[in-house]
């Protein structure tokens, strides 16, 4: 495709049943604007030793007013053509899960930051009414401080369970789990784990949409599809996986998930569904510093998804839609 | 995969914003380690303009600038404020550096540009005297272009209101 487009009808004539935006890994730090001039922020994201530092940035304020100018533009479009809007988040909106981080993070989501010159930016959620259409996960930064109990609060009132958790709207079903309950030895290693429990439970709630021919989304922070390429490996051995991705991934796709969201390697991808997976969105970090910034638009169809990647590019100081990822992928709903 | 049937409409010229960068750098006495500080301040003040116009209902704006990103909405200690937000430097003198050297690589570029030239997500730039810092700014919402026709069709609707 020569050119990108966020006008769904060079698809399709009817408007979608909904766009998701879905944002992962904001990595939001305890002040919104840029309080010091660290170092890090000078040479260190052109030294090759990035990947593996890039997790302990926190978000840009920069990107993150670059993010909140791009999706106010896309929801006052899609809210204008009166298609509904959902957000889905797919984990660590904290750079370490401290309670400061928490309250940056909360309040550019659901309102935003008055810069020193008065000005407002955040997502706005409030305001376009959306609050209710937020789907909210934890990552493995966000657990980082749960030893101690003041910063864990923060953790447990925002994301406390139970899981999984679950979006109704009337076009789709999305539910949200939580990904991190790995034993401390794997999750210091930033590997996932979904308790056998909680995958029950999905399954069991996906029956009945599944029997109702209803949309099904899933979202957790760790992908549950890797290529060999994609995977990110330090010293040849592959990091930042979840534990039997494979089995959850075939049983999400037999029991009539239609697409998985995730987050957590900070590389959008996405892959087709296959007979052991379902199609699957990788979101990369949304606004961290050193990252390249990047977001989902998935205009959702009831058998396809047409899918927007939305990038800040090197020569650019907005977001844009990347044309050479922008297409199309069709799901299956169970019958 | 279907085709688009349009296409954004095309910039006549796109500016290489690492080359502004270094270029005002040189001018402003600043390393080249300020290179990517000078760029997030460049989105940053962006950001301010894009949010005027997401305000005002519109999908752009014209407006004369001074001190290189000023202008009648925003003032130079606005300006300032956003490099400081954006990278965190503390001191006047050194914010005032930094927008010295955007605003000096935003002149030394513009002038192989006589009509102008677009900073892609910034809108397009024309030299109005680069020296005193002067340009003739035409800001349009950056994805705008992507939403198609019905949406050009929406944003004069917002201006007649």
Redesign the interface.
């Known amino acids: 495709?020569?050119?990108?487009?966020?006008?769904w009808?060079?698809?399709r004539p009817e408007p979608p049943l909904c766009t998701l935006i879905r944002f992962s890994d904001p990595h939001f730090g305890s002040s919104f604007?840029?309080?010091?001039?660290?170092w890090w922020?000078?040479?260190l994201?052109?030294l090759p030793v990035v990947n593996l530092l890039t997790g302990l940035f926190p978000h840009?304020?920069?990107?993150a007013?670059?993010l909140?100018?791009?999706f106010?533009?896309?929801v006052?479009?899609r809210q204008?053509?009166k298609v509904p809007v959902t957000v889905v988040h797919s984990g660590d909106l904290t750079s370490s899960g401290k309670q400061a981080e928490f309250s940056t993070g909360a309040t550019f989501l659901a309102h935003g930051h008055y810069?020193?010159?008065n000005?407002?930016?955040g997502l706005g959620l409030d305001k376009y009414g959306l609050s209710g259409s937020l789907l909210d996960i934890p990552g493995n930064h966000d657990l980082w401080s749960r030893g101690d109990p003041k910063q864990a609060l923060s953790f447990s009132t925002r994301y406390g369970g139970p899981y999984p958790r679950r979006l109704d709207t009337s076009a789709v079903v999305i539910y949200g789990m939580d990904s991190n309950r790995a034993p401390n030895a794997q999750h210091r290693r930033a590997n996932g784990e979904i308790p056998m429990d909680q995958l029950g439970a999905l399954l069991g709630m996906m029956r009945d949409d599944r029997k109702a021919g209803r949309v099904v989304i899933v979202t957790l922070h760790h992908p549950v599809q890797m290529t060999a390429e994609s995977a990110p490996k330090l010293a040849g051995k592959e990091i930042l996986f979840l534990k039997d991705r494979d089995k959850i991934a075939r049983s999400l796709r037999e029991n009539g998930a239609c697409v998985v969201l995730a987050g957590h390697v900070h590389q959008p991808q996405w892959t087709r569904a296959t007979p052991g997976s379902p199609l699957q969105y990788v979101a990369g970090s949304a606004c961290q510093s050193g990252a390249k910034p990047q977001f989902w638009i998935l205009d959702l169809y009831p058998d396809e998804v047409i899918h927007h990647s939305m990038v800040y590019?090197?020569?650019?100081?907005?977001?844009?839609?990347d044309p050479d990822t922008q297409?199309?992928a069709s799901f299956e709903v169970s019958p | 995969m279907a085709t688009p049937a349009y296409a954004p409409t095309p910039q006549p010229a796109v500016l290489d914003l690492y080359a502004l960068c270094e270029q005002g750098a040189s001018v402003a006495g600043l390393r080249k380690s300020a290179i990517p500080q000078m760029k997030a301040a460049l989105g940053a003040i962006a950001n301010l303009y894009c949010g005027h116009v997401l305000r005002t209902n519109r999908t752009s704006m014209q407006v004369a600038t001074y001190s290189g990103f000023a202008s009648e909405y925003f003032s130079e200690h606005d300006i300032l404020s956003e490099i400081a937000a954006s990278t965190g430097i503390r001191g006047a003198a050194r914010q005032k550096q930094y927008l010295i050297a955007l605003t000096a690589g935003l002149g030394e570029l513009l002038e192989s540009y006589p009509s102008g030239a677009a900073i892609r997500g910034f809108g397009h730039w024309q030299s109005v005297n680069a020296k005193q810092g002067l340009f003739r700014l035409t800001y349009n919402l950056p994805l705008a272009p992507y939403f198609g026709p019905q949406a050009d069709i929406q944003s004069e609707a917002d201006f007649v209101v």
């Open positions: 495709m020569d050119e990108a487009s966020l006008d009808t060079l698809f604007v840029t309080r010091d001039e660290q922020r000078k040479g994201p052109h840009s304020y920069t990107y007013c670059a909140a100018a791009a106010h533009q896309i006052q479009h204008s053509r810069s020193d010159t000005r407002l930016h590019p090197p020569n650019a100081v907005s977001f844009f839609p297409g199309r």
